[in-house]
């Protein structure tokens, strides 16, 4: 069975850093490309971050551009999320997913993990 596990939500001051962690089942990893989609309460899921199997190429949300930092370690199937420059608004449930098809949309994912909760206090 296909699993998905984030980790390391938690409190961030403003300006802070939190690194999220997404650990995968073994079949899956080497041949899905990942991403981090998050949900903010009252709003819609939203695209945040993907990384592409083959290349390793990575794609951001112009909203965490050059704040946050997605990488992914295959030796460890795992997923990770640096995030930088917390802000308020990054305030949400964190989600990591895989798939074989488009990176932006949440339609595209096949596998999605429980997600985790990032607070950024002002």
Known sequence: QVQLVESGGGLAQTGGSLRLSCAASGRIFSNYSMGWFRQAPGKEREFVAAIRWSSGSA????????RFTISRDNAKNTE???????????????????TRRGLVVAESYDYWGNGTLVTVSS
Do not use: G, I, R, W
Not at 80 to 98: F, G
């Open 80 to 98: 990770y999320l640096q995030m930088n420059s917390l802000k308020p608004e990054d305030t949400a449930v964190y989600y990591c997913a895989a």
């Open 59 to 66: 794609y951001y949300a112009d909203s965490v551009k050059a």
